[in-house]
Nanobody, 120 residues
């Protein structure tokens, strides 16, 4: 059974930083593609960043230069370092895994439960 468990969310002031973690079980992060998505109340879920099995990364324009996605194969985990946070970054952040490339939610088969990020 595949499980993705996010952690690291919280409340932070604008300009601050947070590091989100996604621990995978029943799934090998190095075997497929991983991504972070976010969803604010009343808005559609949007792709934030993805990392392919070969390590290639992609970012949404809104987070380029501020967010960094990475993975640790030994810990079977994926991370999202978020710097220079803005109020508009506030959302529920989800970790996702799948075999298709891209930042569309339809490309991913497995999802975590989410971790809340609030920037004030």
């Amino acid at each position: 059974q595949v499980q993705l468990v996010e952690s690291g969310g919280g409340s932070v002031q604008a300009g601050g930083s947070l590091r989100l973690s996604c621990a995978a079980s029943g799934y090998t992060v190095n075997s497929d593609h991983m991504a972070w998505f976010r969803q604010a109340p009343g808005k559609e879920r949007e792709g934030v960043a993805s990392i392919l099995s070969n390590g290639f990364t992609t970012y949404a324009d809104s987070v380029k230069g501020r967010f960094t996605i990475s993975k640790d194969n030994a810990k079977n985990s994926v991370y999202l370092q978020m710097n220079s946070l803005k109020a508009e970054d506030s959302a529920m952040y989800y970790c996702a895994a799948g075999s298709r490339v891209g930042l569309s939610p339809t490309a991913y088969s497995y999802w975590g439960q989410g971790t809340q990020v609030t920037v004030s």
